[in-house]
């Protein structure tokens, strides 16, 4: 998935992502997800995908993040949380 920070997608709501990952073991730890400060910006941090880790965010501008393309089966359990925003 390319880089991108809810926002858009879910435009007019305040959005919540939470995410446990399932893996079965440390084999592919560096296939988490990665999180920029800025579209297409370096890398600030890296969620390794590791047994019962998990990583939650409220989307804002500076909650950029990206994952490479997978070529396995990657389990995890993914929540939104959306509240619309009143005006």
Same mark, same amino acid.
């Given at each position: 998935?390319?880089?991108?920070?809810?926002?858009?997608?879910?435009? =007019?709501? !305040?959005?919540?992502?939470?995410?446990?990952?399932?893996? #079965?073991d440390t084999k592919h730890a560096s296939s988490g997800v990665h999180l920029? /400060? $800025?579209?297409? =910006?370096?890398?600030?941090?890296? $969620?390794?995908?590791?047994?019962?880790?998990?990583?939650?965010? /409220?989307?804002?501008? !500076?909650?950029?993040?990206?994952?490479? /393309?997978?070529?396995?089966? %990657?389990?995890?359990?993914?929540? #939104?949380?959306? /509240? %619309?925003? !009143?005006?």
């Open positions: 998935q390319g880089s991108h920070n809810d926002l858009a997608s879910y435009p =007019g709501r !305040e959005v919540t992502t939470f995410q446990v990952y399932m893996a #079965r920029q /400060k $800025v579209q297409h =910006g370096s890398l600030v941090s890296q $969620v390794p995908y590791l047994p019962n880790h998990a990583w939650g965010f /409220k989307a804002n501008t !500076e909650t950029w993040h990206t994952v490479e /393309k997978i070529h396995f089966y %990657r389990p995890s359990f993914l929540i #939104r949380n959306f /509240k %619309r925003i !009143e005006t």
